[in-house]
């Protein structure tokens, strides 16, 4: 996890991170952490550790979560396909903030490459993702609704969701696969003009999240 | 505009096309265009016009709809420095798929520029775009009640919006100009949990956006 808010967020937020490395450059405020797990590089090895292309000077080491399929404890999202690292961790981001405290991956980008931690903005340590096969994925989500968001479906607008449900948003490309459809018990679409085919996948999945939180 | 699907749908839509060029690569289905305003250019000459790295060999040139700010016939909505292109674009084809058909763009990025196009599939096209200085564009927008977008605002969840209205979105970094922001009559929130500051810009502006549309 790159960059000094991200960091500092991590800390607010109680994320468990095993160590801060800061280049030679950095000159901002200290970390309150402890003093035995910040290392200091020179900037030609920040650089080699870097992903961005003007860097801070501040990363953070985090342990990858646990990510076995467990059942969801609340509102759930299941993400089938999403390919981009931007757009997962962008609806990744939404869901923490949305408060989908569970987020399974079927056949998704990996949720914990830097550029996808730094679009979810930490939330991929503050959700439970849960991270397997469709068989495994299913077994855990066992009982609960499963919503497909797709164009064709009933407008958002008409439709009241169950009390336990998961929505579920397919690949940018494609849309949702057809097996993970045939296990869906409704499916529902933002509304749109004609002239809009389509929304972007994370700014689809944000309206519907909100759409169908219990006020 | 660039791409195979981009184009069938500036077509199919009725947007003023000037022309269309191919590169000798084009292998596809022919358009249904006049003959004489198709070109066929080397692929040397398609690859300085196109901006993808795996160019379909399809492009075409449109002009530049007129910008000069107007008063809304509907749902309106005011960017204030959206500077990312995908940000921008993303908004735009957002606004065209939820019917916010008068779109105002004040500091932002340019709505023309071929990143910003793709973003907006086509959106840029259907909506009808108001680009101007701040005086100018709240002379078009007299008596229009403006809501501003903001974390510290009142929830969207108890929030009614009044008859006509329009949503302010600010810049990715800095929110809300404080120039804007004091002319706003209201400041409205996406609520979010504890461990999430803040929503991308395009994925808040996508949730107001439908949240306060009449159904």
Redesign the interface.
Request: proline fraction near 8%; include cysteine.
């Given at each position: 996890m790159e960059g000094v808010k991200q960091v500092r967020?991590a800390l607010a937020?109680g994320v468990p991170v095993e160590r801060i490395v800061f280049s030679e450059r950095y000159g901002g405020a200290p970390f309150a952490f402890p003093q035995e797990r910040q290392t200091l590089v020179s900037e030609a090895v920040f650089s080699k550790l870097s992903e961005e292309a003007a860097p801070q000077g501040v990363l953070a080491v985090l342990p990858v979560p646990p990510c076995a399929p467990q059942p969801p404890r609340g509102n759930a999202l299941l993400l089938d396909g999403v390919a981009d690292p931007g757009n997962l961790g962008?609806i990744i981001?939404?869901a923490?903030?949305?408060?989908y405290e569970d987020v399974y991956l079927k056949n998704c980008t990996d949720p914990f490459s830097p550029k996808c931690v730094r679009?979810a903005?930490?939330?991929v340590f503050?959700v439970r993702l849960h991270i397997g096969g469709e068989e495994e994925l299913f077994r855990a989500l066992a009982g609960v609704p499963l919503l497909c968001a797709d164009m064709a479906g009933e407008s958002m607008?008409a439709f009241s969701p169950p009390e336990r449900f998961c929505i579920v948003i397919g690949s940018e490309a494609n849309g949702v696969s057809d097996t993970v459809r045939a296990r869906c018990s409704h499916t529902v679409s933002?509304p749109?003009?004609q002239?809009?085919?389509?929304?972007?996948a994370?700014?689809?999945a944000?309206?519907l999240m909100?759409?169908f939180l219990k006020?």
């Amino acid at each position: 996890m790159e960059g000094v808010k991200q960091v500092r967020e991590a800390l607010a937020g109680g994320v468990p991170v095993e160590r801060i490395v800061f280049s030679e450059r950095y000159g901002g405020a200290p970390f309150a952490f402890p003093q035995e797990r910040q290392t200091l590089v020179s900037e030609a090895v920040f650089s080699k550790l870097s992903e961005e292309a003007a860097p801070q000077g501040v990363l953070a080491v985090l342990p990858v979560p646990p990510c076995a399929p467990q059942p969801p404890r609340g509102n759930a999202l299941l993400l089938d396909g999403v390919a981009d690292p931007g757009n997962l961790g962008t609806i990744i981001r939404t869901a923490n903030g949305a408060g989908y405290e569970d987020v399974y991956l079927k056949n998704c980008t990996d949720p914990f490459s830097p550029k996808c931690v730094r679009a979810a903005m930490s939330g991929v340590f503050f959700v439970r993702l849960h991270i397997g096969g469709e068989e495994e994925l299913f077994r855990a989500l066992a009982g609960v609704p499963l919503l497909c968001a797709d164009m064709a479906g009933e407008s958002m607008d008409a439709f009241s969701p169950p009390e336990r449900f998961c929505i579920v948003i397919g690949s940018e490309a494609n849309g949702v696969s057809d097996t993970v459809r045939a296990r869906c018990s409704h499916t529902v679409s933002v509304p749109l003009r004609q002239t809009c085919e389509s929304l972007n996948a994370a700014v689809a999945a944000g309206i519907l999240m909100y759409r169908f939180l219990k006020k």
